[in-house]
């Protein structure tokens, strides 16, 4: 358990310190990618980024399956087995390359129909190929990533992937403000990208210098059958994932324009970084959490599923209670009052970012357990929902009408579904006492969010930065009292502090 314990801060820890540097670029870069290029070219960048991952659903969780595969044979210290799965990852996944670079091209003469006024925009067909060669290269070279990743140490790559993602920004930033030019913009991307990738590649292909990754035999059939169950299963997970994510932006781009895509875009990147902060401490548990489902008690597991619960009500709550009250004071903050949305369409975004990240620990757990069939059908009822609402809202309310069809698919059936799965097939209990936890939670933030809308409101200050400051720290600390006041005898509450205590403690002796 401790040397389990010890992986799972590692990846953590160095997925932190990556995403710090990270959030930090990101903003700089999108930045100076604003005024450089302006929002057009940002609308096509989270378009054309939302069509290549329609493409590559042609993965089919292929990843998942193998990285779930992995990890018996690691704990086994099982070569052979390793190697025969590795090989038969690098097969697939050089087959999916070349299918998802061939429909790429293909769709091409169709993207005059999810672009509006597509002949106002300069070289988008160019801009278009180089999206999909930066994506149709990873299939060929970014495969082993997995195999280090189940094995827990994938802390050992963030030197590498700290470099690239500093050249990667620094570069991008100055051939901005010297070209100005979209197209070099995407030329220094994946040039910086695929060094790094090659790089990565190499490392791990020394670190596993006993793997096989060319083995001649092929794969028992009995393991073969499992990850095929699975990729099956992961398929509709993957057409239901996309669907819900990542078609608001084809529906935009088709029925509003493109302009509204990038200024949409500005606040999903400020949602998405958030979202990687967060769920990088879940991936960090991940193969930690494979090893306790097959190990541990229900009554543990149950244990560590509330205590994953909480700390997601904890984080992804005060998130929410903050951006409703100052997401745009930020945005102003950035980069203008111009690029700033409603109050109301502001309240649906986040609504959803707080629906999505809840799903967070009862999506991890059910991974790490392979539990992949069971719902394999509901991503896609679920998208059916997301797509009819939204394009028919979208036609009568605007951009508001998307974000509504999302929220109306999320409640009606994922964000009770898979808690009731893993008390069912995992935990082996009734679910009935999350779900009133969980109402219970919603109901607090109701109250958290009004209470700080309505002082908020009594505050005004000539420098928005300082009022950003004060409204986020008023906001922050009624979330807080809150939780300490209903929270602050349970266990879970209790896990925390206990938590956050050792880890300054530790500190602190290392100092001494």
Known sequence: MGDRTKKSFLNIGSNFFIMMVKTFLTFLTRTVFIYCLGEEALGLNGLFTNVLSMLSLAELG?????NFSLYKPLAKKDKKKISELMTFYRKAYTI???????????????????????????NVYIIYILYLINTVSTYFIAYKETLIN?????????????????????????????????????????ITLFIQRVITNIYITKKYNDIDFNCKEKIEKKDLQVIVKNVKAMFFHKIGDYCINSTDNLIISAFINVATVGIYSNYLTVINLLNNFITMIYNGLGASLGNLVATESNDKKEEIFKKMNFIAFCIYGLCSVCMINVFNDFIKIWIGERYCLSLSIVLVIVINFYLTGMRVPSSTMKSSAGLFDVDKYTPIFQSIINLVVSIVLVQKMGL??????????????PSWQRPYLIYKYILKKSSKNYFIEFLKNIVILIICTVLALFINNLIIFNNLYIQFVVKGLITASIFGISVIVIYGKTDEFKYIINTISNLFRRKICKKA
Do not use: R
């Open 62 to 66: 292929v990843s998942t399956a193998i």
């Open 400 to 413: 508001i009408g998307v974000l509504i069809g999302t929220f109306i698919s999320s409640i009606a059936i």
């Open 150 to 190: 189940a094995d827990q140490k994938g802390y050992k790559l963030a030197g590498i992937q700290f470099i690239g993602l500093v050249a990667l920004n620094i570069f991008q930033i100055i051939f901005l403000l010297l070209a100005k030019n979209f197209i070099v913009y995407l030329i220094i991307q994946f």
């Open 96 to 122: 999916i390359g070349i299918i998802v670079g061939v429909v790429g091209i293909i769709l091409m003469p169709f993207l005059k129909y999810i672009i509006k006024d597509i002949e106002n925009i300069d």
